[in-house]
């Protein structure tokens, strides 16, 4: 999964306006929002949207239910921030592990292994950004809008300096985060038993050389 760095120009996405939630003005303010955020990743992911509520969430931060009330609105709005936040996590991580690669294949390689990292890591994220396509269409689209307008760049950059064949970079973006997607939920839903270096080496093999023989 190459640099997926946002690029000046922001995608054309309507950015959810439920995750746009006011931001505490003291540390400890600050502590507590990020407890319930990490509480609501921990039980919407293993409960699902439908089945966790606030009571949940709450219990499980250890704070009052109107505790809740103060940072977040709904348990839509806490659902929204959390994808939101996968994807900011998530590109940082790839930045991070790709950041003194020159070639792009080799980014390739590196970034997927890092997003497949990140996935094990935090499952829960996971499945949550594939449950928001139905509770939070608007996070979904800007979770992966986001993500398609970085690596467009990036691939049209390895164009222009000769590292990789030329195409459209909009549908090898779209078709490359598929496959990242794809293997995310290999080991995280499926629970595979193969490890991440494998996983990366047969599918940077089908990105580098495709299918030809």
Known sequence: ????????????????????????K???????????????ERVIGEKGYNDASI????????????????????????????????GRLVRHSISESTSTLTDHLNVEKAGLTAFLRFARAHPNLYKI?????????????EY???????????????VKKG?????????RAWALMGIARALGEQLVVFNTQKTIPELVDSAHDLIANGLKP
């Open 1 to 24: 999964m190459g640099n997926t760095a946002a690029p000046n120009k922001q995608a054309s996405v309507k950015t959810s306006a439920k995750a746009a939630t006011p931001q505490p």
């Open 26 to 40: 003291t540390a400890r303010g600050e502590a507590t929002r990020r407890a319930i955020l990490a509480a609501a």
């Open 55 to 86: 009571g949940h969430i709450t219990s499980e931060a250890g704070v009052a239910q109107g505790t809740f009330y103060i940072y977040f609105k709904t348990k839509e709005q806490v659902f929204s921030e959390l994808v939101l936040e996968m």
């Open 129 to 141: 950004v594939q449950e928001a396509l139905f509770v939070d269409p608007a996070a979904y689209r």
């Open 144 to 158: 992966y809008a986001k993500f398609a307008s970085g690596y467009r760049v990036g691939l049209t950059a390895a």
């Open 163 to 171: 590292q990789i064949s030329e195409g459209d970079a909009e549908t």
